[in-house]
T-cell receptor, first 111, second 113 residues
Framework: SQQGEEDPQALSIQEGENATMNCSYK?????LQWYRQNSGRGLVHLILIRSNEREKHSGRLRVTLDTSKKSSSLLITASRAADTASYFCATVEDSSYKLIFGSGTRLLVRP | SAVISQKPSRDICQRGTSLTIQCQVDSQVTMMFWYRQQPGQSLTLIAT?????????ESGFVIDKFPISRPNLTFSTLTVSNMSPEDSSIYLCSAGESPEKLFFGSGTQLSVL
């Protein structure tokens, strides 16, 4: 089963612009993670934010979490063509060990 | 970190046949999972591979269709049985010590004719 929805489903931007992707989820969570997938194959873990955190940074990535709205956002600043990929949020529910993925956003960064 | 090798990377199969996908981790891990990613879709958890015991399946997935083995802490297999075109997907293995950081194999792209 999927935890929630991401929007937009697809995003096309010019290199150098910022990209923002949003994720909503349904249940109480322990943490929320963002993953990147190139060309429909293996996933790479980008960043994790815990339920008691509101914002986290890693390089050009900024993640926010609003547990009252059950939503998160991923901001990629100064995008590059190499950022072109699909991005997924994934959650671990309270008292669970399973990672459940959102629907994903396909990002295209035009050179 | 863990390096995960998945084999085969892709296959084209005839309907009614079965395919076994292997997942090898370069270190012992507590957790191993199998996911399915249908074309253009997100990842759906199939099951948790339990070492030395039967896998734990998610709703909509059954052992007869997706038998899973995990004989030790570094290896697991997923079999897709009696395949139909609807089984055409990418199958991904993931593993790690904690759900806070899982590593993923590069996936097996399965096409069923």
């Amino acid at each position: 089963s999927q935890q929630g929805e991401e929007d937009p489903q697809a995003l096309s931007i010019q290199e150098g612009e910022n990209a923002t992707m949003n994720c909503s989820y349904k249940t109480s969570i322990n943490n929320l993670q963002w993953y990147r997938q190139n060309s429909g194959r293996g996933l790479v873990h980008l960043i994790l934010i815990r339920s008691n955190e509101r914002e986290k940074h890693s390089g050009r990535l900024r993640v926010t979490l609003d547990t009252s709205k059950k939503s998160s956002s991923l901001l990629i600043t100064a995008s590059r063509a190499a950022d072109t990929a699909s991005y997924f949020c994934a959650t671990v529910e309270d008292s669970s060990y399973k990672l459940i993925f959102g629907s994903g956003t396909r990002l295209l960064v035009r050179p | 970190s863990a390096v995960i090798s998945q084999k085969p990377s892709r296959d084209i199969c005839q309907r009614g046949t079965s395919l076994t996908i292997q997942c090898q981790v370069d270190s012992q891990v507590t957790m191993m999972f199998w996911y399915r990613q249908q074309p253009g879709q997100s990842l759906t958890l199939i099951a948790t591979a339990n070492q030395g015991s039967e896998a734990t399946y998610e709703s909509g997935f059954v052992i007869d269709k997706f038998p899973i083995s995990r004989p030790n802490l570094t290896f697991s297999t997923l079999t897709v049985s009696n395949m139909s075109p609807e089984d055409s997907s990418i199958y991904l293995c993931s593993a790690g010590e904690s759900p806070e950081k899982l590593f993923f194999g590069s996936g097996t792209q399965l096409s069923v004719l």
